[in-house]
């Protein structure tokens, strides 16, 4: 599997793919944080908090991850390297894990520069240091279980079509329907708010934002990632079949 890891790694960096998809996310959310002026720009806000990262980043990657993944098995289809990937002597899961852990390295190398922003809130507040550790830090564990999410979503659907681009958007239908989709079907049925939003990423994100690290939230985006890595793997099954 570790083979798999460093092949997936050395391929985003040995072409474009990974030095855009890190500038990208940093320079999209530079943007509208720090520069645009708007509902998400902190210097407007008044408080010494990183929530407007944290409602923006969600949306930036819904359309980022796809990007990174959809590349992951339908490239293989294409170029016809497919079976010759599942002869290898690993087992499906093996190869799936390892498709799927070098995307999630790439998507977690963009979010470690945007660290330098709790510094930067800390000295803006006031009193200097007056910033909310506990929901910072809840809510990056939050984005981080997001992206494992998220990540799992690209890869099952580059399985889908040897067309990056029709994995691309399935993969960005996907992301949105179970980040927002859930939450705008809650406001529909009123009387099944509770539940259905439950069904979604962004209830469980919000909770974990706010600085309790709840095992429900955690098994739940848990949930999501193993089912869609389970969906691949039946995916490549059948395929080998």
């Excluded at 990974?18 to 806000?45: D, K, P, R």
């Excluded at 984005?143 to 890869?155: D, E, H, N, P, S």
Aim: aromatic letters at 16%.
């Amino acid at each position: 599997m570790k083979s798999i890891v460093l092949r997936e790694i050395k391929s985003f960096f040995g072409s474009p793919i990974g030095y855009l998809v890190i500038a990208i996310f940093l320079i999209s959310n530079g943007l509208f944080l720090w520069v645009f002026q708007g509902e998400y720009n902190i210097l407007n806000t008044g408080f010494a908090d990183l929530t407007p990262f944290f409602t923006l980043a969600p949306w930036i990657l819904t359309f980022l991850i796809p990007a990174v993944t959809m590349r992951s098995f339908s490239d293989e289809k294409k170029q016809g390297t497919l079976e010759l990937l599942l002869t290898k002597p690993l087992s499906i899961w093996q190869i799936v894990n390892g498709k799927f852990i070098g995307s999630l390295l790439l998507i977690i190398m963009a979010i470690i520069p945007t660290f330098i922003y709790i510094k930067v809130i800390s000295n803006l507040g006031l009193p200097e240091g007056n910033i909310d550790m506990g929901s910072t830090i809840g809510s990056y564990f939050g984005l981080l279980f997001l992206i494992a999410a998220y990540t799992a979503i690209g890869v099952f659907t580059s399985t889908l079509s040897e067309n990056q681009i029709v994995a691309f958007i399935i993969a960005v239908f996907l992301c949105f329907l179970f980040y927002f989709g859930f939450e705008g079907l809650s406001a529909i049925v009123p009387s099944t708010m509770s539940f259905i939003s439950s069904l979604g990423m962004l209830n469980h994100f919000k909770s974990m934002s706010r600085g309790v690290i709840d095992t429900r939230d955690v098994i739940y985006f848990l949930s999501i990632t193993v089912l869609f890595l389970s969906f691949t793997v039946y995916q490549l099954k059948s395929f080998k079949s």
